[in-house]
Each structure stands twice: as structure tokens, then as C-alpha cells.
Nanobody, 120 residues
Framework: QVQLVESGGGLVQAGGTLRLSCAAS????????MGWYRQAPGKQRELVAT???????NYADSVKGRFTISRDNAEYTVRLQMNSLKPEDTAVYYC??????????????WGQGTQVTVSS
């Protein structure tokens, strides 16, 4: 059993900042890719940013230069620093991790989601 728990969402004015955190726990042997996705009302879930265990980064074009993803491999955490927020960033943000468990199985795990609302 593995679990991802997110924190840090909220309401902010346009131009403001928020920092999301996600902690993985449970029967973890290692974690490969970790990332953040978001889903706005009426839209499909989309990639925001991912980071490999080696630190390779990938960002959606819409957030490049504004968002920064980072991770702590020892603590099984991933964070998303969001600067210069825009109303179009409003969405539920989900943490994702590809986890190898101690029973040697792979699990693609999702967090419960955290709401980010950016007012104009």
C-alpha cells in the first residue's frame, strides 16, 4: 500500500505565488518519475511538470518560466513552486508518482488533489 498526500493549495490573486507539496508513504522501495497534473472544470487532466529520479525536468509550455518542480528522494516528496499565477492556472492539482513497492510491484499512484484558485 502506498499513498500520496498533497498540501498547499488555496486562493490567491493573479500574480501571486503558491507552493504545493506532496509526500509519498507506505511500502516504498523506490520512486521513478514524480509529477504534477491539473484538471480544470470541463477539461481533461493535463501535465504540469514532471521530474525523474535523476532530476530531469519536463514542463508544460503554459507554465515554463513560472513554475518550478523539485523533489527530495530521501523524503519521497515532490514540490511545485508556482509564481506569477494566472486565472487560467485555476484547477485541481494532482500529485503523481511511479512507485516500486517493497513487494517489487510497480504502482502508478495519484494524490487526492488540491484546489488552486487564482482570482483576477
Amino acid at each position: 500500500q502506498v499513498q500520496l498526500v498533497e498540501s498547499g493549495g488555496g486562493l490567491v490573486q493573479a500574480g501571486g505565488t503558491l507552493r504545493l507539496s506532496c509526500a509519498a508513504s507506505g511500502s516504498i522501495f523506490s520512486i521513478n518519475d514524480m509529477g504534477w497534473y491539473r484538471q480544470a472544470p470541463g477539461k481533461q487532466r493535463e501535465l504540469v511538470a514532471t521530474i525523474t529520479s535523476g532530476g530531469r525536468l519536463n514542463y508544460a509550455d503554459s507554465v515554463k518560466g513560472r513554475f518550478t518542480i523539485s523533489r527530495d528522494n530521501a523524503e519521497y516528496t515532490v514540490r511545485l513552486q508556482m509564481n506569477s499565477l494566472k486565472p487560467e492556472d485555476t484547477a485541481v492539482y494532482y500529485c503523481n508518482a511511479e512507485i516500486r513497492t517493497r513487494s517489487w510491484s510497480y504502482v502508478n499512484s495519484w494524490g487526492q488533489g488540491t484546489q488552486v484558485t487564482v482570482s483576477s
